[in-house]
């Protein structure tokens, strides 16, 4: 199941990057055919602005999956099954679809306009093109390389932490409120003790990552701006990749799951159910916090380096 989600996950990354590619060069051709030399640049950042057109369209493609999600944990506390029950995991199921949509949308218009605010930069501090032959750029694109994989390894090591202390929390209500394991009608759990855990936690485990996004530019881009150019450009091109892969891959297991608790492979219970509900573990990590998160950090980070990009040169 783990093998098979990475695996899945990586492919339409490949699949999702030509495509962009493909993208990124039609609009780029478009506007130096209509405006003629250095037009092209001005085409991309039309279509990043097109890709940012569909933000209705993304919202509520975006919100449908929480609503369908919640219907189906409402039936599911009120003891209402058969008919129902099978209604909104199917509702819940469609909406994973819609949400993993609407996280393409994202990523790819967040790489797109990520491309053209690195090309304003450049224009800005006076850079005619990015030099890889430079040791001083080769320097930054390989760090630009990294700090994806350090943002994604913060934010999944925070889902984690929060998770622990969900789960002692939990534990801890079992020991101390009578009937409360049973299932009793008379013991009521603290749902606010869980609710504090989780928005406190994800807020606390937040500053470090965002500390990452904001100072990472300012110190690469103070120190020298040839390095910064690259620094932006290895982290949007492996931003975009990684981002593309932890959406896709969590959506393949959370897909899965919902496919075996439908009744395939034996159903729920069965032991392809059991290893459906670890890929998920992973998939909700992967899918709903670290993959969409990177899309801040390549924004963040490409608008930081130009609104102090007079800064750095001066």
């Not at 369908?68 to 058969?82: K, L, Q, R």
């Amino acid at each position: 199941m783990i093998i098979s989600g990475l695996a899945e996950g990586i492919r339409s990354a490949a699949y999702s990057v030509l495509a962009v590619a493909s993208g990124v060069v039609l609009a780029f051709v478009a506007g130096n055919w209509a405006l003629g030399s250095g037009g092209g640049i001005y085409g991309v950042a039309l279509a990043a602005v097109g890709l940012l057109s569909t933000l209705g369209m993304t919202v509520a493609l975006s919100a449908y999956g929480p609503i369908a999600d919640n219907a189906a944990g409402i039936v599911e506390m009120a003891g209402i099954h058969d008919e129902a029950h099978h209604a909104t995991d199917t509702l819940d199921a469609v909406g994973n679809s819609t949400g993993a949509v609407a996280r393409g949308f994202t990523i790819v218009s967040a790489a797109v306009t990520a491309l053209a605010v690195l090309t304003a930069f450049t224009r800005i501090v006076g850079l005619d093109s990015i030099d890889l032959t430079s040791p001083v750029t080769a320097v930054g694109l390989i760090l630009g390389t990294i700090v994806p994989f350090l943002f994604t390894s913060l934010t999944l090591t925070a889902v984690g932490r929060a998770a622990s202390r969900m789960i002692d929390e939990v534990r801890r209500q079992f020991r101390e409120i009578p009937g409360l394991r049973a299932g009793a009608e008379a013991a009521v759990p603290d749902y606010g003790a869980c609710v504090e855990i989780a928005t406190t936690g994800a807020l606390r485990e937040m500053v470090l990552p965002g500390t990452l996004a904001l100072a990472t530019p300012l110190l690469i881009g103070f120190f020298d701006v040839e390095a910064l150019a690259g620094f932006l450009a290895g982290s949007l091109a492996c931003g975009f990749l990684l981002a593309t892969f932890m959406v896709n891959a969590g959506g393949a297991w959370d897909s899965a799951k919902r496919l075996i608790e439908a009744g395939a492979f034996g159903g729920s219970g069965s032991q392809a159910h059991q290893a459906a509900v670890v890929g998920d573990g992973v998939g909700d990590s992967f899918k709903d916090t670290s993959g969409p998160a990177l899309n801040a950090l390549v924004k963040v980070m490409t608008i930081v380096a130009l609104v102090f990009a007079s800064g750095f040169v001066g």
